[in-house]
C-alpha cells in the first residue's frame, strides 16, 4: 500500500494514522504503527553455555574414529560411557562421573562385542545397567558394577541375537521397564522384552518391517506410544509399535531427513537434515499432519550432522553440529512463530559426538538447566558444558524446575505389550525432595527378632501375664530403636558418600585430597566401630530378655 503525505498538518495527521481528506482528491487511510518494539517474555532468553575448567574434563579418553553418525556417549547421574578404539572387536570404557582429569592408559574396558560398538544407551530406571549394538548384529545388555573397574568385562549380562546384519540404533521405552528398541542395517527394528531369565533372547516380542532403507534416527512421545523414525529414503514415519502399523508418512522433496525427535508435550516433531543446495536444514512438523512442514528454516552450509536435543521440562530446543563446535538453541511454543531463536554457544573445538545428562543429575543450585558432554577426539578429551539461567539468589528456583521425569518406571514389560499406556512418574529436583538416582533394589534382610504371638501357646487361654506384657512392650521398644537408627544411618550414608561406598571416589591427585581421605576414612572406621560395639551390646541385651521371657513362659 503506498502512502502518500500531503503539506502541513495534513501529512503529519496522516503520519499518525488519521483520516485525512486533501484538497486533490488524495485520501489517506489510517495506518497502524508500533514505536515500541514488541519483546517476547521468557525465563530463558537470558541462558549461557559456560565450559567446565580444565581439571573438571576427562582427558586422555580413546575416543573412537568411526565416522558412523550417532552420539557415542552416554551419561547418567553416576556414570560416563564412550564408545573408544579397541584392536580386535569393540568395546566401550565407562568413568564415575566424578573421577576427572586424566585417564589411566590402561583403564578397563567393556569388551565383549567381535566388531566395532556403534551405540550405547543407559537404561532409564537402573544408572548400573547399559546396553550396546555392534557391527557383529548383537546387541548386549551389561552389568556395571558400583566400585571401581579394575579388569575388562567380557561377559554380558544378556545378549540380543536376532538381527542379520549390524544393529546400528538402540532405544529404551521412556516409560516400561526392561523394553529395548533395536535397528539394524537388516532394515528392521525389533522389540525386545528383558524381563526373563534367558541370558540369551534369540526372539524378539516384535518386528517392525516398514522400512525400505536404513532407519537413521527412533524417537519416542511422551507415554512411548508412538514412535517416530526417520529413514535414508527421506521419509519420517510415525509408527504404532505394538501394532506395528504406519500411523502417518512425510515425504517432503525438499527436506532430506537425517534425524527425527518427538516433542512429546507440544504434539510436534523436529528433523534436522539437509535441503536440495546441501544446506544444513531444520523443519517443524505437526504430530497430526505430517503432508507439509510447519516451518523449514536453512542454517548454514556445512556438512556435519545436526544432533537435536528437546527439554520438555524448560521446552528448550538445542541443536548441535556434528563437526563443529557450535550449539544454537531455541524456544518452543505452541502456537506461531513455534520455534523462538534463543542464542548460539561457539566454541572453536570441534565435536564429534555429545552426551546429555538426565534432568536429576543437574546441579540445581548453580541454575543448571541441561548439561551436555562433547566429544573431542583431537585432543582426547570429554568437556562437560552447563546451560545455565544466570539468578542472583543461591536458593532452590522453582519456576525453572518443574516436575521432571524420574527414575521409577511407570509400566512393566507386559503391562505395556499388552496395551496399557501411561506418562512417566514424576519427581520434583528440590534438594532433599528424595527424588534420588535409579539404584539397584535388594530385599532387605529379616529383621533378627520376630514377633512370636505368644496367644498361641497352651494354657495361657489368649491372655498374658503383667510381667510378658511389659517385656513385650519393652523389646518392641528397642526393635523401634533399632529401625530409626538404622534409617538414620541409611540416611547420613546417602548425605556422605551420595549411595556411592568410600572406596568409589576417584582417587585422590595431590597430596592434600590423600590426607583428606586419609582423615575421613579414619573418622569412618572409628565410627563404624563404635556402632558394631553398640549392636554386639544390643544383641546381647535383646538374646538375654528372649531367654528370660522363654523361661518364664515355660514355668506357666
Known sequence: MSLCCGEG??????????????????????????????????????????????????????????????????????FIAVVTECVGGGAFIVIPIQQTGKLDPHYPKICGHKGNVLDVKWNPFN???????????????????????????????????????????????????????????????????????????????????????????????????????????????????????????????????????????????????????NNRQIALWDQNDLSVPLLEEDLDGSSGLLFPFYDSDTRMLYVAGKGDGNIRYYEISPEKPYLNYLTEYHSHLPQKGIGMMPKRGLEVSA???????????????????????????????EDIYPLTTGAQPA?????????????PLLVSLRPGSGAGNSLPRFLEPEPLTKTTDLSQHQGLGGRLPLEDMQKRSEMEDSRKQLQAEKKLRKNEQMHLSNGFDLSECPPPKTENELLQMFYRQQEEIRRLRELVNQRDIQIKQLELELKNLYMDIGSY
Open 9 to 78: 498538518s495534513g501529512g503529519l495527521q496522516a503520519l499518525l494514522g488519521q483520516p485525512v481528506l486533501m484538497s486533490q482528491g488524495v485520501v489517506f487511510l489510517p495506518l497502524q504503527m508500533s514505536w515500541h518494539p514488541q519483546y517476547r517474555s521468557s525465563k530463558f532468553r537470558h541462558v549461557y553455555g559456560k565450559a567446565a575448567s580444565k581439571d573438571k574434563c576427562y582427558d586422555c579418553v580413546p575416543i573412537t574414529r568411526n565416522v558412523h553418525d550417532n552420539h557415542f556417549c552416554a551419561v547418567n547421574p553416576h
Open 127 to 277: 544408572d548400573f545397567v547399559i546396553a550396546s549394538c555392534s557391527e557383529d548384529a548383537s546387541v548386549k545388555i551389561w552389568d556395571i558394577p558400583k566400585h571401581l573397574l579394575t579388569r575388562n568385562i567380557t561377559n554380558p549380562k544378556k545378549e540380543l541375537l536376532g538381527h542379520v546384519r549390524k544393529v546400528d540404533l538402540i532405544e529404551w521405552h521412556p516409560t516400561a521397564n526392561n523394553i529395548l528398541f533395536s535397528s539394524g542395517y537388516d532394515y528392521k527394528i525389533m522389540i525386545w522384552n528383558l524381563d526373563t531369565r534367558e541370558a540369551v533372547i534369540s526372539n524378539p516380542v516384535k518386528i517392525l518391517d516398514a522400512h525400505k532403507d536404513v532407519v537413521l534416527s527412533m524417537s519416542f512421545n511422551t507415554d512411548g506410544s508412538l514412535l517416530a523414525t526417520a529413514c535414508r529414503d527421506r521419509k519420517i514415519r510415525l509408527i504404532d509399535p505394538r501394532a506395528g502399523t504406519v500411523l502417518q508418512e512425510a515425504s517432503y522433496k525438499s527436506h532430506r531427513v537425517n534425524k527425527v525427535l518427538f516433542l512429546g508435550n507440544v504434539k510436534k516433531l523436529f528433523s534436522t537434515g539437509t535441503s536440495r543446495w
Open 411 to 423: 509400566l512393566t514389560a507386559q503391562e505395556w505389550l499388552n496395551g496399557f499406556n501411561k506418562g
Open 367 to 397: 541454575c543448571e538447566i541441561f548439561r551436555f558432554y562433547k566429544l573431542i577426539p583431537t585432543k582426547s578429551l570429554i568437556e562437560p558444558i552447563s546451560m545455565i539461567v544466570p539468578r542472583r539468589s543461591e536458593s532452590y528456583q
